[in-house]
């Protein structure tokens, strides 16, 4: 029901193998696109985060074996847990970084917020270390069909 509400919607003209498999190519290259971006995942970090959403909900659609023939989806799930958790705190330390930059010099309040701003940035490593843990899974290929990285693309 859901794929025909989806083949209605965008008046695709497809069937339901050919959705699948029109999803997978997209997803395949959103992960090629992730990949090249984890080059330098600190820097990339929420742009890989909206680009493995894209590929996470796209294969939500699809029937569990044929998502679970692409990515193990847990561990593309845990990986989005954690860059929305580094989003989080990072939107938390920006504001709070304003917000100091406001205060007086010398104010207690301002000393407690860059001791909080600190321990922010340490949780956001910590965080970020586990998201890249999971993309190195992914991108390992323990968690991604081979045909995911390196199956040529169609034109």
């Not at 029901?1 to 395949?28: D, M, T, V």
């Not at 561990?75 to 954690?82: A, C, G, I, N, V």
């Not at 909080?116 to 069909?145: H, P, S």
Request: aromatic residues 10%; contains cysteine.
């Amino acid at each position: 029901h859901e794929l025909f509400l989806f083949e209605q919607q965008f008046n695709l003209g497809l069937n339901n193998s050919e959705i699948f498999e029109k999803i997978i190519h997209l997803s395949r290259l959103k992960i090629k696109k992730v990949k090249s971006l984890g080059k330098h995942f600190e820097k990339n970090t929420h742009e890989i985060r909206k680009q493995l959403k894209d590929v996470y909900y796209w294969l939500k659609i699809c029937p569990k074996e044929i998502e679970e023939s692409f990515i193990h989806m847990k561990t593309l799930d845990r990986m989005l847990h954690y860059l929305g958790r580094w989003q989080d705190h990072f939107i938390l330390r920006k504001k709070i970084t304003q917000y100091i930059k406001e205060l007086p010099k010398r104010n207690e309040e301002k000393l407690l917020l860059k001791a909080l701003e600190k321990n922010l940035i340490n949780t956001e490593d910590d965080i970020l270390d586990k998201a890249w843990k999971k993309w190195n899974e992914i991108e390992n290929k323990k968690a991604t069909v081979s045909v995911a990285l390196s199956a040529p693309e169609r034109s």
